[in-house]
Every structure is written in C-alpha cells, then in structure tokens.
C-alpha cells in the first residue's frame, strides 16, 4: 500500500501567526505606546462625584442603547464632539448603539429634576419609550448620574472657556462625600437665576444655530482655505459670502489646538448701506455684492422662486398648494442664518418639506452664489438695488454649470 503524503500545515500557520502578530503590533500596540495627543485647552476632568456616577451609568449599562459621541453626519445632536468630552475617560464609553437618543451634549439642556424623574419613570416624560425604569437607585445613585449626565458636553457643567480657563456653566463647590468626606462637585453656575440663565444661553445656541451639521461647516471652510479642484472653482463665490481668518488650512488646525471654537471665516454682510459709499474703493465692494447677489438671483428664479416667490416672501404659485408652506425668507430669523446655515439648507433640503436636495443638482459654486442672494434678500427684505438689475434666467456661472443646452438639429 503507497503511503499518503499529507500536508503539513505547521510552517504555514506559525507565517500566518507571525503575521497577524506584526499587524497587531504595527497597527494596534506601537500607536497605543507613542500616541500623545496635546492636551486640549479646554479641559477639566470629573469631580468625585461625576466619576460615581459615570460608574453607576457604566454599571446599568446605559451605553448600550446610547452613544456618546457626536459625528459630523449627526444632524440632530448639536456641536460635533471635541477631545476635551473625552479626554479623561478610560475606557471611552462612546457606544455604538442608538436605540435612545446620543448623550454627548446632554449636559445643561435639562434642570436637575428633569434627569431624576427621567430615570425613575422615563414614559411619564416621553411616552413611548423602550427605556427601563431605574427607581431602585439609591438617592445617591441618582444625585451622582444626574451629575454625570450634567457634566457632558459643550454646555455642560465641565466646559471651559479656553479663553479665560474658567467653568463656563458650572462652579465647584465643597461638599460632602456619600461617605462624609469633602470633595469638589460641580454646580449650575446661575443659582438662583437658574431659569434666566437657561434663556439667555437657548437664545445664544440659536443665534449661532449650533444645529448646523459640522459636515457643511467643514465643507465651507474646505472651499475657503483649501487647495482642492473644487475650492479653486469655488474660490470667488465663497470669498464673496465669508472672509477667511485664517491663510489656510493648517493656521486654522493649529489655532484651534489653543481654542477650538475659533471660527473659520467672518461673514460678509449684504445689508444696503443707508448712505451709498463716495470712496471708490467702499463703492465698487458694494457693486461686486450686488453684482454676486445678482448672479444667485438667477439660479433663484429657475429653481427656487416658484415656491418661495420672486423676492423670496414665500408666496410662490406652488407654495399655496402645500401643506406647509415655503419659507418666507423676509422673517428676522433668516437675517442672522450664517453661510454654513445656508449651504447646508439648500445642499441638503428641509426634511419634512418638499423642498429638494440641492447637492444632487446644484455645484458647491452655484450653491455660494444662491447664498449670495439669499443673504441678501433675507437682510434687506426684498430685492432692494437688485429690483432694476437684470437677472438673467439661466444665469449659472459658467465655470460650474454641469450641462448646457445644445441646439436641437
């Protein structure tokens, strides 16, 4: 009988093995041991008290049903999260799961006693809800993850001014321990004018419409300070809505290292002057806005106008058969929108509204330059200089038109 000659698979598994082991440690090790992040300015660590909580949050495994991390393409979750959330927590609690809501901004948005009823009969203030009932925590328990939950976020009781180093929102005070020591626990900053001060700091949050995804405020800043084919197409549309702070890209990165809350560019207003410039220099910027406004009227009229009408009042033949009508863009709101407001509402469409995504039709240059003229409008109520000018219909800048109409033979 011949012998059968088997495989030895011994040197091809220890090669694998070998392998494997250098991915590891190329990939996962020598990062781990060389990684030193600076340390952002920005940044106080947890109090005795937030750290029990963040073990009784860990313990019931909260951070199954909820992330605590907010991402660029995260709409509905408020400024994208910084390293100075996380910096100190080890190991990360960022979950992956959204079955509730993302806790990354949570802290400051709700009192005290909203958080406490929450956690004991969560379907008392949110009917509906999947989320278990936690009125078996001791009081000690709740005060703690109360204030944990407090801490998270740009408004919550940890953030820093990285101007002054100083507690925005909360103040450190003496207290007692569960166990009867003194320890440091951070409190609402407002005390007594607690409810003033929430108004105050919702008014601010608006005004700045913190609810902009970071993903078209990074796209702006990109198309301003950025090197790219499309930033150079958008060049001059761009700087027409937002003048840079910053010479590029890198400047920007390494001033935000000491604050990161600088902004990338300054918004150009297009207000009509009460009194027309004499110097050259004042009259011809002002004929350029118009001029630019101008070129965004056009684009306005074929696509947006016959919804939010011609001067952008919202009474567009199309608009009064709809259910919820079409913007009037003369409302005080939109006189304060920012550019990344804008471009991220005309890129991306209004959810629950029949107003299209743009991104699929319109160039980021055509987008800039609708801005232009929906800055405008909203500012000056109306089409102001621009009602004597010529607004050409097809009016598309020529370096970004996707398609152009070629005679029928």
Same mark, same amino acid.
Not at 225 to 234: K, N, P, R, V, Y
């Given at each position: 009988?011949?012998?059968?000659?088997?495989?030895?698979?011994?040197?091809?598994?220890?090669?694998?093995?070998?392998?494997?082991?250098?991915?590891?440690?190329?990939?996962?090790?020598?990062?781990?041991?060389?990684?030193?992040?600076?340390?952002?300015?920005?940044?106080?660590?947890?109090?005795?008290?937030?750290?029990?909580?963040?073990?009784?949050?860990?313990?019931?495994?909260?951070?199954?049903?909820?992330?605590?991390?907010?991402?660029?393409?995260?709409?509905?979750?408020?400024?994208?999260?910084?390293?100075?959330?996380?910096?100190?927590?080890?190991?990360?609690?960022?979950?992956?799961?959204?079955?509730?809501?993302?806790?990354?901004?949570?802290?400051?948005?709700?009192?005290?006693?909203?958080?406490?009823?929450?956690?004991?009969?969560?379907?008392?203030?949110?009917?509906?809800?999947?989320?278990?009932?936690?009125?078996?925590?001791?009081?000690?328990?709740?005060?703690?993850?109360?204030?944990?939950?407090?801490?998270?976020?740009?408004?919550?009781?940890?953030?820093?001014?990285?101007?002054?180093?100083?507690?925005?929102?909360?103040? $450190?005070?003496?207290?007692?321990?569960?166990?009867?020591?003194?320890?440091?626990?951070?409190?609402?900053?407002?005390?007594?004018?607690?409810?003033?001060?929430?108004?105050?700091?919702?008014?601010?949050?608006?005004?700045?419409?913190?609810?902009?995804?970071?993903?078209?405020?990074?796209?702006?800043?990109?198309?301003?300070?950025?090197?790219?084919?499309?930033?150079?197409?958008?060049?001059?549309?761009?700087?027409?809505?937002?003048?840079?702070?910053?010479?590029?890209?890198?400047?920007?990165?390494?001033?935000?290292?000491?604050?990161?809350?600088?902004?990338?560019?300054?918004?150009?207003?297009?207000?009509?002057?009460?009194?027309?410039?004499?110097?050259?220099?004042?009259?011809?910027?002002?004929?350029?806005?118009?001029?630019?406004?101008?070129?965004?009227?056009?684009?306005?009229?074929?696509?947006?106008?016959?919804?939010?009408?011609?001067?952008?009042?919202?009474?567009?033949?199309?608009?009064?058969?709809?259910?919820?009508?079409?913007?009037?863009?003369?409302?005080?709101?939109?006189?304060?929108?920012?550019?990344?407001?804008?471009?991220?509402?005309?890129?991306?469409?209004?959810?629950?509204?029949?107003?299209?995504?743009?991104?699929?039709?319109?160039?980021?240059?055509?987008? $800039?330059?609708?801005?232009?003229?929906?800055?405008?409008?909203?500012?000056?109520?109306?089409?102001?200089?621009?009602?004597?000018?010529?607004?050409?219909?097809?009016? $598309?800048?020529?370096?970004?038109?996707?398609?152009?109409?070629?005679?029928?033979?």
């Amino acid at each position: 009988m011949n012998q059968v000659n088997r495989t030895n698979y011994i040197f091809p598994a220890i090669g694998m093995g070998l392998i494997l082991s250098a991915i590891i440690f190329v990939v996962v090790l020598i990062p781990r041991w060389t990684f030193r992040p600076p340390q952002p300015k920005d940044l106080r660590n947890y109090t005795a008290q937030e750290l029990r909580g963040r073990t009784v949050y860990t313990r019931e495994g909260c951070f199954y049903c909820h992330s605590m991390v907010s991402r660029p393409q995260d709409w509905d979750n408020g400024t994208k999260s910084k390293a100075s959330d996380y910096y100190y927590d080890e190991w990360h609690l960022l979950g992956s799961e959204r079955s509730g809501p993302d806790l990354s901004q949570i802290g400051g948005k709700f009192p005290d006693e909203y958080h406490i009823q929450h956690h004991k009969q969560p379907r008392s203030l949110k009917p509906g809800s999947i989320m278990p009932n936690y009125e078996y925590l001791s009081d000690q328990d709740m005060t703690d993850l109360t204030a944990y939950m407090q801490s998270l976020g740009s408004n919550g009781r940890r953030a820093l001014d990285p101007l002054t180093g100083q507690l925005k929102w909360g103040e $450190l005070v003496d207290a007692k321990g569960p166990t009867g020591e003194i320890e440091k626990v951070a409190v609402w900053k407002g005390g007594a004018n607690f409810v003033a001060d929430r108004e105050r700091i919702a008014s601010e949050n608006y005004d700045q419409h913190l609810e902009t995804p970071y993903k078209y405020t990074a796209e702006v800043e990109e198309l301003l300070l950025g090197t790219s084919h499309e930033a150079q197409l958008s060049k001059g549309a761009v700087q027409a809505v937002a003048t840079a702070n910053f010479p590029t890209e890198e400047a920007l990165r390494e001033a935000r290292v000491e604050n990161p809350d600088l902004r990338a560019w300054s918004e150009v207003s297009y207000k009509e002057p009460d009194q027309i410039p004499t110097d050259l220099a004042g009259l011809a910027a002002l004929q350029k806005r118009r001029t630019i406004a101008n070129q965004g009227r056009g684009i306005y009229n074929q696509k947006c106008s016959s919804c939010h009408g011609l001067t952008g009042n919202g009474r567009g033949w199309a608009s009064a058969s709809m259910t919820k009508r079409a913007a009037n863009f003369w409302e005080d709101k939109f006189e304060n929108y920012r550019t990344d407001t804008w471009y991220w509402r005309i890129r991306r469409g209004v959810p629950g509204t029949q107003m299209p995504r743009w991104e699929f039709d319109l160039s980021p240059e055509q987008t $800039l330059y609708l801005v232009a003229f929906q800055k405008y409008i909203s500012q000056n109520k109306g089409l102001g200089a621009l009602k004597g000018m010529d607004a050409p219909v097809y009016g $598309l800048p020529p370096s970004s038109a996707k398609t152009s109409i070629q005679p029928s033979n």
